[in-house]
C-alpha cells in the first residue's frame, strides 16, 4: 500500500510543495507522479530561492544568459523558472487530461512585491501566463485586499489561479465567492466553465506556531497547542461545503464548472513536539488538496494514518476556537498578522532569489 495514493481513494489530492529544474528532468517527478499519484506541484520564491542558491542546476543556462542586455535579473530568473514550470506541466498533463483538468496543475506566483497593488498583479499575472502557455498552470495570487479583486478578475478572464496566502476563515469566504462571480462572468462571456480551474490555499502550521509564542505571554494558551490551526481549517471546510451549494452554484456547475477546491499549505511540522505528519493525517477529505513539501511527503508515504478526518469532531473545532477568544486570544489578530508575515517572508525571499540569480550571471 502507497499511503500518498491511498489518499486520492478518499477524494484529496496530493501535491508536492517542491520545484527544482534537475528533478524535473532526471526523471525524480516523473517517478513521483508514477509511483506516488501525484497530483500537482506548487512554488513560491522561498522554494525557487533554494533551488537557485543550493543547487548547481542554473548555472550552465545562467551563464548563457550573461551576455542578454535586454534582461534584467527578474527577467533572467523568469526565463529560467518558466521553462521548469513548463516541464513540470508538461509531466503533468497526462493527469490534467485523466482527470478532466480537475487535477495535474503546477503553480508559479506573480511577484510578491506586488501584493498590494491590483493593477500590477493583473499586468504580471497574465504575462506569466501567456509566458507558460501550458493549460494546466496555476498563476499563484495572494489574498490579500488588493489581491482578491485581481484573482476575480483574472478568473473571469479564463486563466486558472492558485489564491495563497489565506489564514483566515472570513478571507476564505470573500475569495470563494469571488470565485463563483468571476466564474459567472467568465460564462457569461462565453468561456468554457469546464477548463476553468481554482484552489484556495489555506496555510495551517503558521497558525499553530503564532499560538505557541504566545505561551510565554499568556501561559493559558499552552492548552491550545497543535489544535488552533487544525480546528481552523475544519472550520474552513464547513464554509466551503456551504458555498459550493445551493442554486446559484448549481447553475454554474450544470455549465460544467468545478469548484474551487480548499488546498492545504504549509503542512510540514515547525515544532518537533508534533507528529511529522499531523497536517496531512487530520485534514483528509474529499474535495481538497493538500501540497506538500518534501521531508513531509516521505513521511507520510512511510508512516502516515490514512483516514477520513476532515469532519471529524467538527463541534469540538468550533468548541476550540471559540475557547481561544475567551482566554483573551484574538485568531483575528493573529491571521491578520500572518498574512503581513507571509507576504513579507515571500519578497524576502524574492529579493535574495533576484540577489542569487544576478551573482551568478556575474
Known sequence: MNRLKELSKLGQSVWLDYIKRSSVRNGELANIIKEDGLG?????????????????????????????????????????????????????KPVYDKTACRDGYVSLEVAPTLANDTAGTLAEARRLWKMVGRPNLMIKVPATNEGIPAF???ISEGIN?????LFDVAYYERVA???????????????????????????VSRIDSSVDALTAKNPEAAKFFGKVAIANAKVAYQSYKKIFAG???????????????????????????????LYVEELIGPDTVNTIPPATFDAFRDHGV???????????AYKTLQ???TAGISLKKITDDLLVDGVKLFADAFVKLLAAVQKARG
Open 177 to 203: 465567492l469571488a470565485y463563483i462571480e468571476g466564474l459567472e462572468a467568465h460564462h457569461q462571456a462565453g468561456g468554457d466553465l469546464k477548463k476553468m480551474a481554482s484552489v484556495a490555499s489555506f496555510f
Open 306 to 316: 490514512v483516514a477520513l478526518t476532515l469532519e471529524k469532531d467538527v463541534d469540538a
Open 247 to 277: 442554486p446559484r452554484w448549481s447553475k454554474l456547475a450544470a455549465a460544467g464548472a468545478q469548484t474551487q477546491r480548499v488546498l492545504w499549505a504549509s503542512t510540514g511540522t515547525k515544532s518537533p513536539k508534533l507528529k511529522d505528519t
Open 40 to 92: 500537482g506541484v506548487t512554488s513560491n520564491p522561498a522554494i525557487f530561492e533554494k533551488a537557485f542558491s543550493g543547487s548547481t542546476d542554473y548555472v550552465e543556462a545562467l551563464a548563457g544568459l550573461a551576455n542578454r542586455k535586454d534582461l534584467d535579473t527578474k527577467g533572467a530568473f523568469e526565463i529560467l523558472a518558466v521553462e521548469d514550470i513548463q516541464g513540470a506541466c508538461d509531466l503533468l
Open 152 to 154: 476575480k478578475q483574472l
Open 323 to 325: 475557547e481561544l477568544e
Open 161 to 165: 489561479i492558485n489564491v495563497t496566502l
